[in-house]
């Protein structure tokens, strides 16, 4: 496998995508192409001696060579002629967030015939949006917590008690996500919530809630799952924590608990894998309390492909890179519009 | 309005979307631009006047002039340099199932950054994929036929008696749906849904029910709903018949229903719209059966636009074309970069 690496992205998490990018350049051996997508719009070959952060913030990446996407891949202004973007055999879409997690990456990548590692228009669309999210993981019978979706024009009133914990109901990273205490502070965190999204949802916040974090895919081999982790025992991670975690190279200890709930764990994390991200590298973070597992977010693309919960990273990479869903091929034969021609006569065809 | 007809596509649905397109270009008098999109993926601008079925057919649209997306819109190629494709302010989606409905012109037009009537990725994904459309539809409280998923690689067993009616998940136009009236029949009706999709819909078939198409669009100016249809009541319509549905452009008569069933179908209607098919024009297909509404199928962008069912097609366009969703623009201002960087000193950057 011959990654490339595409991060950026018009996205709230544009910044912590390139940290991810450059988490992984130290965690990968191989060689890796890094293809930035700037916030308009445009693809940027980045030499890899050049991936630092500074490198993006300055606008420095803009004396890189422009890319363009065309059928099979990426093209670079030639000389005389465009020449194909080479050394790549599969895109990992590491675009966390927005366009990496919306649908738009994946549906480039699958217009333009570019094989690629990451949820797919269905899985993107799902897990980006928690109420979806919710209403997959009823669908295939995992629990969540209870939850309310809000419009920014309509009532505020909550169906919970205090305390609560409100989110914008599209994005990740804990931006823009509040936990709320009394009724005096819900307007504001409602009103900050709202600035990233028309939907905001609100579920009860469970005090000391046990968390479990597991990631993995299925690949022609078989599953492959990664180790537990128990996240830090913080409320929840900010913004800030959470952008330190998308730079995390790491290793992990393994979670101390009992064999009978990580079996329940993995087989949890198999169901709400299931088809769906076939070709995605997802974390699930679940919460576990009275003795029942609750989905809480699906990620498909971790904070740097969670490469630190895995023993062998880039052999599961590789792996997954092989396993690929293949699109059905369709080619409209025009059976129907002969048919209807050669009734009326070849001259006609169908304007009248 | 300066619409241009964006049609064809990989899909089942393609010669459909051809035909279609040839409806509108009857009953929009405004001139129009056409866009087909080949079945490789290549954009190309068809003039007017040639229109015609066999134009396709015959594979003759590759002299016309070839496209490329670019930020937008599209450009021709020149004799020196490329020029921008002009003539329109927005662009119709009317690639009927596949790539039109299942997200990825969506994403195109939103990452290229041209203005587009029809479904927006959401909006796609679940009103393509028909559990996805029965799981919203349970989420905002509207009824559906009970159902069940097969899975090509699982069993065959029924939850329900016969007959049944089975459904590729994910297509739209009645390919690969049959009636199944006994078990003896259901292995090759399976068989033949599962040749268009790996997941397969069961639901009890319903002898007589009434049906009741409706088709519109929230606009700045309020909500246009189109006339009531019941439509032919033939089993149901099959590919061909339906093919010839998509060349409708007559208007049809108005269902003479009760008045309150009426006021509870376009509320329903508008229900099923939400916020979610903002920017779209739509047709709900509904059920009726012992007092209860319910919801078979939601068209995201119904054959020839359903234009038949409006007393002003043409007005009810413009209005949506200046209603469209504008997507919140998102810039990264490398606050959290700046923030390492200027913490580690600023020739290091991130890299270590």
């Known amino acids: 496998m011959k990654p490339a690496i595409l991060f950026g992205g018009a996205s709230y ?3 912590i995508s390139i940290v991810s990018a450059i988490a992984l350049k130290k965690v990968l051996k191989t060689p890796l192409t890094f293809i930035f997508l700037d916030a308009e719009g445009g693809f940027w070959h980045i030499p890899a001696e050049k991936m630092r952060s500074n490198h993006f913030s300055s606008g420095d990446y803009r004396k890189d060579d422009p890319l363009t996407l065309v059928k099979g891949g990426f093209e670079k202004r030639g000389f005389l002629k465009a020449k194909p973007l080479e050394g790549f055999d599969t895109v990992l879409n590491l675009v966390h967030g927005g366009q990496g997690e919306d649908g738009t990456i994946a549906s480039l990548m699958e217009f333009f015939a570019i094989p690629y590692i990451g949820p797919r228009k269905e899985a993107s669309v799902i897990s980006y949006n928690k109420w979806l999210t919710k209403l997959y993981a009823e669908g295939i019978g995992v629990q969540t917590v209870e939850y309310q979706v809000l419009h920014i024009d309509g009532d505020r009133n909550l169906d919970f008690d205090f305390p609560v914990i409100v989110k914008p109901l599209r994005l990740g990273s804990s931006i823009g ?3 709320v205490r ?9 009103d900050v919530a709202f600035e990233f999204d028309d939907d905001v949802l609100v579920e009860p916040f469970i005090e000391g809630i046990e968390e479990f974090n597991i990631a993995g895919c299925k690949t022609d081999e078989g599953w492959i799952l990664s180790r537990i982790e128990a996240p830090q025992k913080k409320e929840f991670l900010d913004f ?14 393994e979670a101390k608990i009992d064999p009978t709930l990580q079996k329940d764990l993995e087989e ?10 076939e070709g995605a590298l997802i974390r699930c ?12 977010e699906i990620n498909p693309i971790p904070g740097s492909m969670a490469n630190y919960l895995f023993d062998d990273f880039a052999g599961t990479l590789s792996k997954l890179a092989r396993s690929l869903p293949r699109p059905r091929s369709i080619r409209p034969d025009y059976a129907y519009i002969n048919r209807v021609q050669s009734a009326k006569g070849p ?6």
Chains 1, 2 share one sequence.
Do not use: C, P, W
């Open 13 to 15: 998490e544009h910044e």
């Open 177 to 179: 996500v509040s936990i």
């Open 182 to 190: 009394k009724r005096e502070e819900l307007d504001f965190a409602l």
């Open 240 to 253: 800030d924590q959470k952008y330190l975690d998308f730079a995390r190279t790491e290793g992990v200890q």
């Open 268 to 277: 949890t994390f198999e169901k709400v894998y299931g088809t769906l991200f």
């Open 285 to 296: 973070d679940f919460f576990f309390a009275s003795g029942e597992i609750l989905l809480n």
């Open 347 to 352: 001259k006609t065809g169908m304007q009248d």
